[in-house]
């Protein structure tokens, strides 16, 4: 069984603990397409967010407190960089985390493309799953906010982290995704794939800019795996994170259904044969889905696999 993941961020990087303990149970080879809107460069470092999440979480490396970066991480590069007055001082980069970034900078410098970068960092942390990144070319998630009386652009992170989602914008525009290209294995994975799992990540920041990218959408709607989705949202509120705010500026309501419908059932248009929602969301309806309500909490990696074991029981 070939098993497919689109995710991003910390939630979609947990839920891929649950896919990988269940592709161990039942012999699965599992694929997880990264979201890359959220990468930038940082002090000359070129950062990834979701896919640093996804190989710390895997390998054993990630901060479970803070929920992000390394455990037991330092930080006088940060405060030396403070010292110096270096900008931007809203974004942390730990001293190990650092490291990671130097070598991923050092290699796309020498012309190796960010899937084959991956791939490489990967035989440190062996994650257990194949990481492919959504594109090897920029696409970055930028919001469109006025700020200081002025409209502009401002990239995702400095609107999510400096400003807590705290400015306001209409829209969110994916930087070069019209000219981006799937990553080399992208679009084979989907069409081998026996299921394509859509994890419980932001669906508007995380989920959409994977499908941004020119033929995603189209290898995923059209493909010949069932597509299950599982809702970031439990009780109108989302898991982690903000979602809300990210739901708001679509106008698509803050809940399991307007999550399901933002997805849309294939036999509409859309992407979802099933949608796996909280049991306090009972009852949504999602126009040409299957819905069944399980729990959605991932307290821990048993939890989590009993959510994918359930996603699967849909296909």
């Known amino acids: 069984m070939r098993i497919v993941v689109l995710t991003g961020g910390i939630g979609g990087a947990r839920f891929l603990l649950g896919v990988r303990a269940y592709a161990r149970e039942v012999g699965a080879e599992v694929t997880a397409v990264v979201n890359v809107g959220d990468d930038l460069y940082l002090h000359g470092l070129k950062v990834c967010p979701d896919l640093d999440s996804v190989l710390y979480t895997l390998g054993g490396g990630a901060d479970p ?67 492919l990144p959504a594109t090897d070319d920029r696409l970055e998630t930028h919001a469109v906010v006025d700020l200081d009386g002025e409209r502009r652009a401002i990239h995702f992170q400095e609107w999510w982290v400096r400003y807590r989602a705290g400015v306001p914008t209409d829209r969110f525009v994916f930087v070069g995704a019209d000219s981006a290209k799937p990553a080399p294995g992208v679009t084979e994975a ?5 299921v394509v799992l859509v994890a419980p990540s932001n669906p508007v920041v995380s989920i959409a800019p994977v499908l941004a990218v020119p033929g995603l959408r189209d290898a995923v709607a059209s493909g010949p795996a069932p597509v299950v ?5 439990i009780g109108g509120a989302p898991v982690r994170g903000m979602a809300d705010r990210c739901l708001e500026v679509l106008d698509v309501e803050c809940s399991a259904a307007g999550v399901g419908r ?13 949608w796996l929602v909280a049991p306090e969301d009972d009852g949504v309806a999602v126009p040409g889905v299957t819905v069944r309500a399980v729990p ?10 009993a959510m994918v074991r359930a996603a699967m029981e849909l296909v």
């Open 229 to 233: 989705g599982v809702s970031p949202i």
């Open 190 to 194: 989907l069409a081998a794939a026996d």
């Open 262 to 274: 933002l997805y849309g059932g294939r036999s509409e248009g859309g992407l979802l044969d099933g």
């Open 65 to 131: 407190e803070r929920g992000w970066g390394r455990v037991g991480e330092s930080w006088t590069i940060k405060q030396e960089l403070a010292a110096y007055g270096a900008e931007p001082g809203w974004f942390s980069l730990g001293d190990k985390d650092v490291a990671t970034h130097l070598v991923r900078t050092t290699m796309i410098n020498a012309g190796y493309p960010l899937s084959q970068v991956t791939e490489a960092l990967t035989a440190r942390w062996q994650p257990g799953v194949r990481l």
């Open 296 to 305: 959605l909490r991932m307290t821990d990696e048993a939890a989590t696999t």
